[in-house]
């Protein structure tokens, strides 16, 4: 049986995703953040050493890393579903190009957003708090907040062309690019970017997607 281990609030709602749409059959393993901090519980880590969610077994096999548990599943069990047609040359360089940005260049910069945001709502000695302060705000203005606006003006385009990342098809790159997008609304201020705004909400309107929020409730996403 196919297990996903499931870490609440977490990028593991986009396996779930690619889950529904393959049909595959599956169970879902719960697991809770410690209270007060964002670490996945110490039981994660028995199932892979770096204890980091999504990871799923499928009988002896144990897969982790987003973009490897999607590969793999499409390897298996996707009979060439939810990718672009064999010579569709445009669309296998946008599928590769944004199922490995969203890992490998959009979720630093969110994850970066989240740390500094993090760091001034910390409780920690008065002293040190305006000098904490005072450095996560500078971080976060001169160089997160312009890298995340470069990034967003940089997906609105794309996605002012295409209505999914790789065309007009949705395809796994999507599936991988759901996480961050929808981090981008919890982390920024999306109004003038419509074409994001639209995506999201096209997105969550996809019925298997509809399917994983009655089975393990929306995505929160940790601000
Ligand atoms: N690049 C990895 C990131 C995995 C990851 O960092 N997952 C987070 C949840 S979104 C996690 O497990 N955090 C808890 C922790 O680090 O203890 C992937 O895409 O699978």
Redesign the pocket.
Known sequence: MLTIHH?EK??SHRILWMLELLGLDYQIKFYQ?APGV???PPELKQIHPL????VITDGELVV????AIIEYLLQRYGEGRFQPAADDLQGWVDYRYWLHYA?GSL?PVLLMKLVFTQIAKRPMPFFVKPVAKGISSKVLETFVQPNLDTHLGFIEQHLKQHQWFAGDQLTAADVQMSFPMLALAGRSDLSAYPAIQAYNQRLQADPAWQKVVTKAGPLQIPA
């Open positions: 870490l977490s990028r953040r964002l670490l996945a204890g980091k969610s999504p982790a890393e987003s973009g890992e979720m």
